[in-house]
C-alpha cells in the first residue's frame, strides 16, 4: 500500500494495516487520526513522535506481540508474521549461537524482569548475541532506554514496510 491509500482507508482498516507495526492501541489510533500525510517520510516522522512518548505501560503492551528473541513466533496474525521474517537468521543459527542465546535470554529476564528486545532484522545472530551480552550490563534506567529504542526501530522499520 503507498500513502495515498492508507490516508484514504477507513479508519479501522487504516488501524488493521498498521496492527503488525507495533501492539500499542494509543499509538495505532493516533497515527490514523494524523491522517492525511504527504509523504511516506511526513508519516514515519509523526509515528517517531508519538514513540518518543511510550514509557512502561506501552512497553508492556508491545511485549505481548513480542516472542523472545531467537523464538519462532507462533500464529497468522501481522505482527507474528513481521517477528518470523525479521528473526529468520537467528533461528538458523548454529546450534552454539542458539544455545547462548537462550541463556542470555534467561540471564536478562531474571535480572530485568521483561524480554530482550532488539532490533533483530539487518543483525546477525553474533551481534545480538554481542548486543544481548553488553545490555545484561545495564541499569534499570539505561536498559528501559535501550529497550524503547529497539522498539522505536522496530516499530519504524514495519511501519516503512506497510506504507511502501
Known sequence: MDIEQFNQLPPAEARAAIESCVAIPAWQQQLVAARPFLSVQQALDYADGLSRQWQQTELAQAFSAHPRIGERASGQRAHQQASRSEQAA????????RQAIAEGNQAYEARFGRIFLIRAKGRTPQEILE????????????????????????????LQEVLS
Do not use: F, P, Y
Request: aromatic share 0%; glycine share 2%.
Open 90 to 97: 537467528v533461528l538458523m543459527a548454529d546450534s552454539q549461537v
Open 131 to 158: 548486543q544481548l551480552r553488553r545490555r545484561l550490563h545495564n541499569d534499570d534506567r539505561e536498559e528501559l532506554g535501550e529497550t524503547l529504542a529497539q522498539l522505536r526501530e522496530i516499530t519504524l522499520l514495519r
